[in-house]
């Protein structure tokens, strides 16, 4: 009894613990501690290869790394995402450094990629292009902090199998995207920077090539600066969002135009939701607006209003809803640093608008 107790007293427990409870844990360390844990045993010799989530923020205390030190790097992520055993889901992470030359293939040799996520902070004069090839990858995150705009730079994004694209940027120079046929979410935030704020033809082209490179998209959450701008709405829209059914529409940083936002609407056809969080208007609706959407006559079923202040631009576009959605079910405004007084004036001047749809119910919170 002894000796058997005496046994169990240096029993390696953890290590008989199963692979996905072991990996689970690997996932809390840092990759390079994880990788470290090969060495431990033959039963740890590859149990970080089938880590859910490879978490490469690391990256960035690599600055002053050769070109050698680079290609090190990059066989080692190669090996480490290609490895025979690796069937799990993968995620990456990378945290690049403004001051750090990109490996253009970084990620374009891995088969078993899934979710990409890449924060590029304060990106400098040694980044000219950001080239991201990988057909499967199916998530995609890419957020760009403190942009250096003295250097121009362009995107390569083919990715076609992405089902969720998320894309926070300061307007590259140029987008050449390819289709997305099986994007089912995108998030977009795109900000123009001040000195761009004036029609640039480049920029105009930028921001319709990633527009036109999502327009498969069912679920849509957009923020552009300057809208009006960059994507000028004319008598031929140059794209369509024939899939899309749930369109968020956010202006944060300057006045909206409310005749942009319904030429807009012309290219969603078969919009249901639409969700619009609006500031101040600085131009309501034109007459010639009355040329209704298509959406807007037979698909719309919901329509959200943040961020209301009772300003008249917006009872413009309330208005112009409530008269031409025929199938309405939902009107929900939100209303914003409005007093007790106010909002029930306001409400009962939303109750009194008149209705295409009879079931429309108007709902304030």
């Not at 694209?165 to 120079?173: E, G, Q, R, S």
């Not at 640039?200 to 327009?215: F, K, S």
């Amino acid at each position: 009894m002894a000796k058997q107790a005496k046994n169990e007293g240096v029993l390696d427990r953890i290590s008989t613990l199963p692979d996905h409870i072991l990996c689970h844990m690997l996932c809390f360390l840092p990759i390079k501690d994880a990788v470290r844990t090969s060495v431990l045993s033959p039963r740890w010799r590859y149990l970080f290869t089938f880590m859910s989530t490879l978490d490469l923020y690391d990256y960035r205390q690599f600055r002053g790394f050769t070109r050698r030190d680079f290609n090190d790097f990059k066989n080692f992520v190669d090996r480490l995402l290609l490895f025979p055993k690796q069937q799990s889901l993968v995620t990456l992470e990378l945290d690049i450094p403004g001051d750090m030359k990109i490996p253009p293939d970084l990620v374009s040799s891995c088969h078993v990629l899934e979710e990409l996520y890449m924060e590029f902070v304060k990106l400098g004069s040694n980044i000219t292009e950001v080239n991201i090839h990988n057909l499967s990858l199916k998530r995609m995150t890419l957020e760009f902090v403190l942009v250096n705009r003295d250097k121009d730079y362009k995107m390569v994004i083919n990715a076609p199998n992405l089902e969720y694209f998320k894309i926070y940027d300061m307007l590259a120079d140029g987008y050449r995207v390819s289709s997305m046929n099986s994007l089912e979410h995108a998030n977009i935030k795109v900000h123009q920077c001040p000195e761009y704020a004036i029609y640039d033809v480049n920029r105009e082209r930028a921001a319709t090539n990633l527009l036109q490179a999502i327009c498969n998209v069912k679920c849509l959450y957009l923020l552009i600066t300057h809208a009006e701008t960059l994507i000028p709405m004319g008598p031929e829209p140059v794209f369509a969002f024939h899939k899309l059914v749930q369109l968020k529409f956010v202006n944060e940083t300057e006045a909206w135009v409310g005749t942009w936002i319904l030429e807009f609407l012309h290219c969603v056809p078969n919009l249901e939701i639409l969700h619009l969080a609006l500031d101040a208007a600085s131009e309501g609706i034109k007459p010639l607006a009355e040329n209704v959407p298509s959406c807007v006559s037979f698909h719309l079923t919901e329509i959200r209003i943040s961020r209301f202040v009772g300003d008249e631009p917006m009872f413009q576009m309330i208005s112009f809803f409530l008269k031409h959605a025929t199938v309405l079910e939902t009107l929900i405004i939100a209303m914003k640093y409005l007093t007790e007084k106010e909002e029930l004036s306001i409400t009962k001047r939303l109750l009194e608008l008149p209705r295409n749809s009879r079931s429309c119910q108007v709902i304030t919170e």
